[in-house]
């Protein structure tokens, strides 16, 4: 697919290249159009200040493309890849496994609170089984597939009067990302505050 930029006024931000992956075989055949995209497009685009250049997947519900496609956003300079779909418990749900496949580390507290997150809202969280991995310099992470849950998921619960309860799993991942050898990635306070400890933080330019 063709890469598509965004952010672009935020020039004095470090560029990033993310891999985005929606996994469905029905959205992948055509039979409906794909949403999971569209929504880890528009959530990125609205909490980075970062200049970004996305690189997009839309595949199947098979393990090998799966890793294969991994692999090759990892490859191509993602420092960030985030997939959508295929981490229930059917018999066609193999993202978790395909992701296990390249990882040469694993973090287990993203997939803890992705589900703690979900549980505030549904019941059938429990059943979720979305992971995160590093592969070389590049943070892997597992998303739900509808984009409510994407968006709940990344930015955490919040009171009726906007105050955060539990945080989001990106609060985390811009000093992940860090300590991995990525870009200084940004974020909109009102989206989603990350956290950096004070030894971390970038002077203001």
Not at 118 to 128: C, Q
Not at 143 to 155: F, N, R, S, V
Not at 187 to 202: G, M, Q
Request: one cysteine or more; hydrophobic letters at 40%.
């Amino acid at each position: 697919m063709n890469e598509a930029a965004s952010n672009a006024q935020a020039s004095s931000a470090d560029a990033v290249r993310i891999g985005i992956v929606s996994i469905s075989d029905r959205a992948s055949s055509g039979v409906y159009e794909d949403q999971g995209l569209p929504a880890l497009r528009d959530w990125l685009a609205r909490a980075l200040k970062n200049p970004i250049t996305f690189k997009s997947r839309l595949i199947p519900d098979e393990a090998a493309q799966i890793s294969a496609a991994l692999i090759e956003l990892v490859d191509a300079g993602c420092s960030l890849v985030l997939t959508t779909g295929g981490t229930g418990p059917a018999l066609r749900d193999v993202t978790p496994e395909a992701t296990l496949a390249v990882a040469d580390k694993t973090l287990p507290g993203f997939g803890e609170q992705m589900r703690q997150i979900s549980l505030h809202f549904v019941p059938t969280a429990i059943l979720s089984r979305q992971i995160a991995v590093i592969r070389g310099s590049s943070l892997i992470i597992n998303l739900p597939g509808q984009p409510k849950a994407i968006q709940e998921t990344l930015e955490g619960v919040r009171d009726a009067d906007g105050k955060s309860i539990v945080p989001g799993i990106f609060a985390a991942v811009p000093y992940c990302v860090d300590l991995i050898g990525g870009p200084y990635l940004e974020t909109r306070d009102e989206v989603c505050k990350s956290f950096r400890p004070k030894s971390a933080i970038r002077p203001a330019v």
